[in-house]
């Protein structure tokens, strides 16, 4: 085995590394190299954010347009502040949009479904959403259906 | 009773010894500045043997593994009728767990003994007494190259085991149990992210391919000079490496994936 040899098998198992390392990027992870999206940011109180997390998506007609960043608490009101990041090639959304916590299929993870208002002003960076619907519990939900059973 | 107290702490120290040996002998090995002319030629040299000597086994047994993964994932999730999150199963239990331990199991199989012997008996035959002798380091010329080689050549296996294992799960779904194509991948795309399951899954590699190459030199180095002192320094280096790497793997999975 020449030299010269043992170097090209070397260097074939560079690019076999390097191919095997832009398949996982590309097809396996998915990843997007339009990492210049911009992104403006809102907010919202819910009373109830159920299995929301960080990373949730947050949809507006079935399309993912953005990202829960953070999610804290706010100790005044007891209630819990979603910061959500939006890109901002969606900027026309009106000031009067309400944003509902809704669940991907039955068990599936949770996400941000944001319905459109009416209003002519639109959201931008730092806005506050009003209006919210918390999360679907269901031994809340189960409890208000045995609840309503029992007073017929 | 205080005989046995005196046994444990004297394994305890000797333990301690070893280890604290076997870490200056590391940072001898890979301290100073490397002669790139002679250097490079001695690592292409390594990377071949530890490198690309281990490819087939490892494109062989990520195939397959990829495969058995597909076939079983698909016979269980066909039964709750969700047989679309196959793309995901495979991917997700090949990138995070299975590519980087196999791998290291395997490397430690296929390239750790190989560099234990040969050290171990560059020892026997005292040729590294005869380099110290001429006035070469043993440890750079012989360890140096053999070390790097394993650390570059671990994390560039487990890419390589990762993305021809997800290929056997595709023919097994999508080629031979007609799963909708699109869904496979896009499944696979929504669920596996890159920084943090690609990356830390080769991450993961890279760290055992450091376990596996210091253990392995490290025993055939301070091996006993006779052909039965290599045979238990080869054993040792599988034995110690596989073990190492399993409990490694446990503390860097709840470290990388952990929710605490």
Not at chain 1, 43 to 52: I, K, Y
Not at chain 1, 66 to 75: A, F, H
Not at chain 2, 165 to 180: A, K, S
Request: glycine share 10%.
């Amino acid at each position: 085995m020449t030299m010269k040899w043992i170097e090209t098998l070397v260097g074939g198992l560079m690019i076999a590394g390097a191919l095997a390392l832009s398949m996982l990027a590309f097809k396996v992870s998915g990843i997007q190299l339009s990492s210049g999206d911009n992104y403006y940011h809102v907010t919202a109180d819910f009373e109830n954010v159920g299995s929301l997390q960080a990373r949730s998506k947050v949809s507006l007609s079935g399309l993912v347009i953005g990202e829960v960043e953070k999610i804290e608490y706010v100790r005044e009101d007891y209630t819990a502040r979603v910061t959500l990041k939006i890109k901002s090639s969606y900027d026309n959304l009106p000031i009067d949009s309400t944003a509902a916590i809704l669940t991907q299929g039955m068990l599936g993870d949770q996400y941000i479904g944001l319905s459109v208002g009416a209003e002519e002003e639109s959201l931008v960076d730092g806005s506050v959403i009003e209006g919210t619907q918390s999360a679907l519990v269901l031994e809340e939900l189960i409890g208000a259906f045995l609840l309503s059973m029992t007073k017929e | 009773m205080l005989d046995r107290v005196q046994q444990l702490g004297a394994s305890t120290l000797g333990f301690i010894q070893r280890f604290g040996h076997s870490g200056i002998f590391l940072f001898y090995s890979l301290w100073g500045i490397p002669n790139l002319k002679t250097g490079t030629a001695l690592l292409i040299k390594q990377l071949y043997s530890v490198g690309v000597l281990s490819l087939v086994i490892i494109v062989v047994s990520g195939t397959f593994i990829g495969m058995v993964l597909g076939l079983q994932g698909y016979t269980i999730l066909s039964d709750f009728g969700t047989e679309n999150a196959l793309g995901q199963l495979v991917a997700l239990s090949l990138v995070r767990e299975l590519a980087p331990v196999v791998t290291a199991l395997l490397f430690a199989g296929r390239a750790g003994s190989a560099l234990t012997a040969e050290i171990g008996l560059m020892k026997a035959t005292e040729q590294l007494a005869s380099m110290e002798m001429i006035g070469v380091d043993p440890l750079r010329r012989i360890i140096a190259p053999r070390l790097i080689a394993g650390f570059i050549s671990m994390p560039i296996l487990t890419a390589i085991f990762c993305a021809t294992g997800v290929w056997g799960g595709y023919l097994v779904g999508v080629e031979w149990l007609g799963l909708y194509e699109g869904a496979f991948w896009a499944n696979m795309q929504s669920s596996v992210s890159f920084e943090h399951d690609v990356l830390n899954g080769i991450l993961k590699g890279f760290i055992f391919g450091i376990a596996i190459t210091w253990i392995a030199v490290f025993q055939g180095y301070e091996s006993e000079p006779t052909s039965e002192g290599i045979s238990v320094a080869t054993t040792k280096t599988v034995v110690y490496s596989s073990l190492t790497v399993l409990a490694l793997d446990f503390i860097l999975t709840a470290m990388m994936f952990g929710e605490f």
